[in-house]
């Protein structure tokens, strides 16, 4: 049994500490709007924060996690990074097929709590795992720069 502290809530997790933290999240927690995208941590998809900082779920063993909190996109809007990040994200209509986006959002949300106003090498550093298929790019820059402003 591992106990996570998942947006500001304590749960209890009986499975392996070998298992990846997005499958404690979808499969055993129901929270499911962390993706799976690749599963070898390259595309940004499954990204939640530990700590503020954003990390892979996809390749993160539960085990590993500790007392660490976890932030998911469930609960990235009570920050305030988060909040401006997801109200710049609907007004910009940025999301295509949206599959993406959660992971796209944690990345943004990240940034934008360490860098609240970052530049376009900035948010290039910021995004550079995130991969869109649809190529929101130009729209995810956009509304991190509106984010940045509210």
């Known amino acids: 049994m591992v106990t996570l502290k998942i947006n500001g809530q304590s749960h209890d997790v009986d499975t392996s500490p070998d298992t990846p933290l997005l499958w404690a999240l979808r499969d055993v927690l129901g929270m499911t709007g962390t993706k799976f ?18 990390v892979r779920s ?6 590993t ?4 909190a976890i932030t998911t996109i469930e609960g990235v809007g009570a920050t305030a990074a988060g909040a401006k990040i997801q109200k710049a994200w609907l007004d910009l209509e940025v999301i295509q ?8 959002i944690m990345s943004a949300a990240a940034l934008l709590a360490h860098t609240p106003n970052p530049n376009d090498d900035d948010i290039d550093a910021a ?3 995130n991969i869109c298929r649809c190529g929101t790019y130009v729209r995810i820059r956009a509304a991190i720069k509106k984010a940045a402003t509210a």
Do not use: F, K, N, W
């Not at 690749?38 to 900082?53: L, S």
């Not at 996690?65 to 660490?68: A, K, Y």
């Not at 097929?97 to 796209?104: A, H, K, T, V």
């Open 58 to 63: 996809c390749q993160l063993p539960i085990g």
């Open 37 to 54: 995208g690749c599963g070898i941590a390259q595309c940004g998809a499954c990204t939640v924060h530990i700590d503020g900082e954003p």
């Open 97 to 104: 097929c949206g599959y993406c986006q959660s992971g796209q």
């Open 65 to 68: 996690v500790g007392d660490r």
């Open 127 to 129: 995004m550079a795992g």
